[in-house]
């Protein structure tokens, strides 16, 4: 809807959660460089582990809410560190950047990066399966953490399972890093309580892209509420189901939303 508002987003992220050898430390320089409040940095948690370098792949960058002059973009990442001994730690995570409009460009307000909590001292036979699907669900490191917390809801894992039966699908966020509010209201959201997920790829074709077929999204938006999704957003306002079990809107172009009630 507005890319700038994404680029933004990302920018701040990768400057702070990637250094070259010996420049962990000039994050702040990095942040500033952008235009940006450099003090941001000491919000960053979980994307500045210790480390003498580091890089950063961007999985996704998915709005948590758009409205006219405020932003959350959820930036789905991976990250390798080399430690001072020369080993490379992989991990992750997701931060929810949240942005106003400003001139000449938007600007970056704070950071809430993912907090998803220590793992459970043994995982649910459904957190199981779906923590072993491989590629027909494939978990970014902050959701995967999620799952292996325990803090996600069965009816969100067992919908999962069902849809990999006919789809392969990317998550972007189950449960932390997502705004405790549905954005820009005092209603919380069903993602932080551990029942909802979002799927930004169905099939390897981004909900994004305008080339995917249109069909795909709509079958996809369909077989989530025959899991058991009480409220299914996407790019597509779709008919029928029960009452408002379907919505679309600016912040749900970018991807699929699957809420339940348990």
Not at 211 to 240: D, H, K, Q
Not at 244 to 253: A, E, G, M, N, V
């Amino acid at each position: 809807m507005q890319p700038e508002v994404k680029e933004r987003a990302v920018a701040v992220v990768e400057a702070i959660g990637a250094w070259p050898a010996g420049e962990r430390d000039a994050a702040m320089a990095r942040v500033g460089a952008l235009g940006l409040e450099p003090s941001l940095v000491d919000q960053a948690g979980a994307l500045r582990p210790g480390g003498a370098e580091a890089v950063l792949e961007v999985v996704d960058a998915q709005y948590g809410g758009i409205l006219a002059d405020s932003a959350s973009v959820l930036v789905v990442c991976r990250q390798w560190v080399r430690r001072g001994d020369g080993t490379v730690v992989a991990g992750g995570t997701t931060v929810d950047v949240r942005l106003r409009r400003a001139s000449p460009r938007w600007t970056v307000t704070a950071l809430h990066p993912a907090r998803p909590g220590a793992p459970a001292a043994e995982p649910g036979g459904a957190a199981k399966r779906v923590l072993a699907a491989g590629p027909a669900i494939e978990l970014p490191p902050a959701a995967a953490a999620d799952v292996r917390s325990g803090a996600v809801h069965t009816s969100v894992l067992d919908a999962l399972w069902e849809l990999a039966r006919t789809h392969r699908m990317a998550v972007s966020v189950v449960r932390s890093g997502h705004p405790l509010n549905v954005f820009g209201t005092d209603r919380p959201s069903d993602h932080p309580r551990g029942r909802a997920v979002d799927v930004w790829r169905i099939d390897g074709h981004a909900v994004v892209d305008p080339a995917t077929p249109r069909r795909l999204v709509e079958s996809f938006m369909r077989a989530a509420a025959a899991a058991g999704s009480y409220n299914v957003g996407g790019p597509i306002r779709l008919s029928g189901g029960a009452a408002d079990q379907f919505f679309t809107d600016d912040t749900h172009r970018d991807h699929v939303h699957l809420g339940f009630r348990a």
